[in-house]
């Protein structure tokens, strides 16, 4: 497989591919030299030119040029797309002529893809197309909760207010430095975009934007169907499925940048926290009224999901379980 | 009066006090000398040394000393405590040793008073006490809010989800730098907050802090009982009512760094935002659910709410309105 | 005259020059509707649309619209020029085919005018001209600094590290958040910058720029050529020149935001703190070299600086010493 | 080897050491349990707790307690004391008393050790000391800067200004949110502390705070004695040494927060930047007057000096460059 842009999303895709037992990173793609190019080249994956890019701008520096996206194409099944938002779009064209299957990220429309997906949500109605969209970051974060929630205790109806990070640690041109800038859209685009995997949850979803690069927060109110027996059952229900780490009151992990400290700790790729993370202090169950927190890493979170995604389309797992057990074995996230 | 602790809310109320008609600020107090006890001076209002300040301190540096707290509490009928959180409590018995009214500020507990206060939410039940607290920005920032939504359509449920900042402007020990914490009282205190003013709103908040220094920003899901015409006659209930600004979307007021922009335009003191601060495009109406932000200067909404507490005191207006229009039209604040 | 572009500094000019005895301010423009075209209307400054601005857009509003750019013209003898930076570049041609007389602002290159300004460096020497430029905020503060620390004790070599500010406080999309960005321009353009004002001054700056809105910190070592007396007779030399504001530790004015919170309780216009600001205890010297730090308000510096430029054109006042005092005295600056 | 006190720079050393061919970790001491205690036991190093912590509050938790600190110290030979500022002043008489030698941090003052420690700067004074001290992060950033610039070209005269980050990532109770906070101590604690490792280097520093967590920025002017032939030469020499990171224009690590993401992409433990960060573009050599930015990672430069200390202690190196070649081989550092 190919990954189409070395950015945020695709570096990480692309150390994920090459760490899976069933994948081969055939090469990835850059527009112009930068760290990332030369450190993808110490880590040995192909550098193919893309877009406007030049192969000698690259060639003068060191950096060795496989060839171009017409050369990687040539040699690959399956491209993930993480290029800049909307520019899928376009590619889908250049997978479609190249006979490719693709991936998507969540910053396309839902209509680049035959579906949208999310691996606890919806894996085995993606099983078997030709093109899927990864939803976003925050909107893959709650569609995890809802593939807890929704089967144990059915989802009334979900208020999720999500208190967005303004930009990411690299992408220092971009602010607020100091304010909070609330989103107009209401309700935000969010919740149309669960509905995308789960189509008949009620949500609807209220954003801001704050000053931070380390990892957005969700605040919940879900209405549920049943109440469950307490808060423990619910929180016992994250806690036995993947992709999430809840942590104790002990742990003192009381923000988010203890959470991304514990992240270094930790050690996976790019100090990345790939699962959502609630806090078990962080959730109040009152009746069928359910109110948490959660945090999303957004740099990291969609990684192990686009992995997922490729198994889907080629049907290389029976379902969403053992598909993420390979993925998250293979990346070190701990089992539940 | 005079105003014990002359600090971010005690040197406002002094200007606030000032500036009316039918009050008079008899003194100040500051525990050490600064630019802004160096600024009381300027200003002429007396300064009496509180706590364990030494008089030989100020006058040392040319700041001169009218006396001590007890020569202070002998000339004046009331005192607004703007002391540090939980000094009020102890404050309070020197205020009964000396037969003083006294107005608390949110950071004390309810306790500490004979009543909380609001103006537009509770004048009438409030007048004539001794002693009263007006209570904290974040909840006079919903019961204002709430004294427009309960009488005209009735509350059946509010969800708050209040987006604090982490530091006022000055305090610059407090952080955090870069990180959003959650809080986790689930539901916050603000809540039964709200209720020392309205006992029977169905109300429950959760918060997190942000780091900003310039606002709070609440988004508020409530849930009507009987549902509006429309979303404009939300706005409109809004807009007749005082103390609550809203902003057009053609103004471009699209954030909290543009509303205090425009306050410093506007230039009333301190380029302080004394009403709760709406958007026309952040409100939305879905039946009875009603969505919409507020934004909340933590340093000023509750200046008039302690003058007009001091009428409620001494009833010196026969309602809420009637206080609140005198205290607006002396603090520059337009009429509805 | 006239103020051509109504944001951060055309408004605060537009202010100063109400305020001024000898000037008259007969209109400002705007391309497109906001509060701040709102709240110069309720101030009575009468509105003319700029650039690609329609009339009608505004006039839907409520907004008045006095006329186009060339009625403007017709009715002054200046304009100030505070359109974004490069735009002042091209409207020198409208000014100069309208036969006025124009000041520009320190985001143009110096070839826009006919010589660079700075009231307390070179105001004898601008006398009569027909077009100025005044240097920018981090030019003027060092400019100023010059022009006590030259005449006094002579200036070896000046070497100056500017630590700027990321974005003004409404300028909600700039950033960095998180982090420090070293301006690689070796020497910055700032020191070439002061020498339009003073030709012979050695001096090279460095400039960085960090997550604040609020001021700029201009740490200093500047090496003298004849050793002042102490580190006093130096704090006297700038406590005895206008535009200079020192606090003493006392005061307990620490840092950049203390610094702004005493200009909100001073409360001149938009909370502004219109002078270099030193303190006492941030000045150091030894021998014949001297360290200090001063603060620069980024949003206001300059705006006395643009007064006093006008008087220069039209010879108002025999030297800079006799504009200043009027301008400070007009905007409620205090007097060395 | 022990290390007492695992917190930042504790753990980070008790990584180092693990990886360490010649060096083994006997145990870390915790106080509290936290989600550092629980990592610490994944890892496999034995956990004894220290100060006021009670044993039963780990078991509690399923952390295994090793035991006391006075079991540690009969285990091992030398002592890295991380413990928070100052402590590790009181527990040098614990470690003289057990007869063990110790490595203290830069939070100490100088006579807490036999002397003070830099790898490139003065290894070979202070083989066969019983007790070091490793200085701390700033500090160390200008030691391996003066040891490059001094032997080859000599230094008249150093000024740095040193642009702290105010607090570390997870540190989120520390500001400031929005402002600059200048060091009044002039010049500053750093350039004294250099001298204990240069003794007769002309150096002074100023200092201020900024609000980021990531890295410290030192803007250099340097006056060398000797003029190098050019700018490449001075990078040269930087490039040539051991623990410095120079990053060519086109990489695009133009901040301090792409340099963090080079960090995160190399993956070193705990993304972490041992080395001082210098861009090619960001040195400006004018005949003997050097400016250069370098930028430090306060968390983690300190860490290889802390292995080198030891190995100086024990005298199993023959000399600094030999130690720091085995430390960054075992770290994963690139020798230059």
Redesign the interface.
């Known amino acids: 497989m190919a990954v189409n842009g070395y950015g945020t999303i695709g ?1 990480r895709v692309a150390d994920a591919v090459a760490l899976q037992p069933d994948m081969e990173l055939v090469g990835i793609t850059k527009t112009r ?4 190019a ?2 993808a080249q110490e880590k040995g994956y192909p550098l193919y030119v893309a877009g406007e890019g030049k192969p000698a701008d690259f060639e003068t ?1 060191g950096l060795k040029v496989a060839g171009t996206l017409k050369d990687l194409f040539a040699k690959v099944d399956v491209v993930v797309d993480a290029s800049p938002d909307k520019v899928g779009k376009e590619n889908r064209r250049l997978y479609e002529a190249a006979g490719l299957r693709a991936v998507f990220q969540g910053g396309e429309k839902p209509e680049v893809a035959d579906a949208s997906f999310n691996a606890l949500g919806n894996f085995a109605a993606c099983r078997g197309k030709r093109m899927l969209r990864v939803v976003s970051c925050n909107t893959t974060g709650l569609a995890r909760a809802a593939a807890v929630l929704d089967p144990n205790w059915g989802v009334d109806h979900w ?1 999720a ?1 999500l ?1 967005r ?3 990411d ?14 989103n ?1 859209q ?2 935000s685009h969010h919740g149309p975009d669960v509905r995308t995997i789960f189509p008949d949850l009620s949500i ?1 979803t ?1 954003a ?8 957005h ?1 969700h ?1 919940n ?1 879900v209405r549920l169907k049943r109440a469950p027996p307490g808060s423990e059952a619910v929180l016992e229900a994250f806690r036995r499925t993947p992709r999430f780490r809840l ?12 959470v ?3 992240a ?4 996976l ?3 990345d926290m790939m699962e959502n993370v609630l ?1 078990d ?4 169950l009152d009746g069928r009224d359910l ?1 948490f ?1 959660q ?1 999303i890493h957004q740099e990291s979170i969609v990684v192990p999901e686009n992995i997922d995604a490729i198994r889907a389309i080629f049907e290389r797992a029976p379902d969403g379980r053992s598909s993420i057990a390979m993925t998250d074995q293979a990346l070190g996230l701990r089992p539940p």
Chains 1, 2, 3, 4 share one sequence.
Do not use: C
């Not at 030299?33 to 990332?36: A, G, I, L, T, V």
């Not at 942590?247 to 203890?258: I, K, L, R, V, Y």
């Open positions: 570096k030299p930068s760290f990332e030369r450190h520096l208020d207010t208190i990070r303004g930009a640690p690299a992408e220092s041109k971009k602010g607020p430095i100091n304010g909070i800038l609330p107009f209401l309700p609807s209220t801001v934007v704050v000053p931070t690069t380390l990892m927060v605040v109110h942590f104790a009151a002990w742990e003192h992990a009381d923000g988010t940048p203890q991304m400290e514990y270094r700790d930790r050690g790729g790019f100090s806090w202090a962080g959730l109040r109110y927190f945090a």
